[in-house]
């Protein structure tokens, strides 16, 4: 594991200094930016005892390969990476239905950012994706996000399909989306312990996942479009299994 990484944007250094300041290398600011939100989190960063300095857009652009930084940057100390194993604590540790989000070959960190934050606002108790073939946490799925990738645990298991046997073992039924199947989404049974797989746009979920599952469901469409956009879509079933659970 590398010994520092960058993150970007207000959310996600703001979320990030409130939950684990201790993380905290440095702060770089935007040279003459002053508003409150930033001036909030310089101020907790010296608090912290975290060096600040100021520079130039053009550094801050460099330093994060990105302009979309707002103004505020940050070298950190990576957190822990989740494993199969913290999977099986954080389950045995519930006190409440599983609810879990697999994401399944998803490539591009703002389809995973956009995952993350809608699977903070449904309640979700953990992302999970293979660690091949898929997109990790980077610094642009963590400023997509806006703090979320800091509050829901993201486990990156080797063998998906062994891991959602696994959970199966564990009385979590395993619900997948694609779009030949039979029933949808709003016909379905979604109120007990539950994984929600969704796949990547285009090719879906892969052929060993698709047959682990228990139930595979749909989205309907009335349009001419054929499929969403995989964090449309996640937030679409996410927010029917909470409706159904809080019904």
């Not at 990105?66 to 989740?82: D, N």
């Not at 009335?222 to 964090?231: D, H, I, K, R």
Request: contains cysteine; glycine residues 8%; proline residues 4%.
């Amino acid at each position: 594991m590398s010994k520092s990484e960058i993150i970007f944007g207000i959310h996600a250094v703001e979320s990030l200094m409130n939950t684990h300041p201790e993380r905290f290398i440095e702060l770089f600011c935007l040279k003459g930016r002053q508003d409150d939100r930033v001036n909030t989190i310089i101020n907790l960063a010296r608090k912290q005892g975290v060096s600040v300095q100021f520079a130039q857009r053009k550094a801050l652009d460099d330093k994060c390969h990105s302009p979309q930084h707002q103004g505020i940057v940050a070298r950190v100390r990576p957190a822990p990476v989740l494993n199969e194993n913290d999977l099986e604590t954080l389950l045995e540790n519930l006190n409440k239905p599983a609810f879990l989000l697999v994401l399944d070959g998803i490539t591009d960190p703002h389809n995973l950012g956009a995952c993350l934050r809608t699977a903070d606002a449904a309640g979700v108790d953990a992302v999970i994706a293979p660690k091949d073939k898929s997109v990790g946490l980077n610094a642009t799925a963590k400023k997509v996000a806006c703090g979320a990738a800091e509050t829901v645990p993201f486990i990156q298991v080797t063998n998906l399909a062994r891991t959602l046997k696994a959970i199966q073992q564990m009385g979590v039924w395993v619900v997948g989306t694609a779009g030949e199947a039979t029933q949808d989404v709003y016909q379905a049974n979604l109120t007990g312990p539950i994984a929600l797989v969704m796949g990547a746009e285009g090719d879906g979920m892969r052929r060993l996942t698709r047959e682990t599952c228990d139930e595979l469901i749909s989205i309907p469409m009335a349009g001419s479009v054929s499929s969403l956009n995989v964090s449309v879509a996640t937030g679409v079933t996410l927010f029917e299994i909470v409706r159904q659970r809080l019904a």
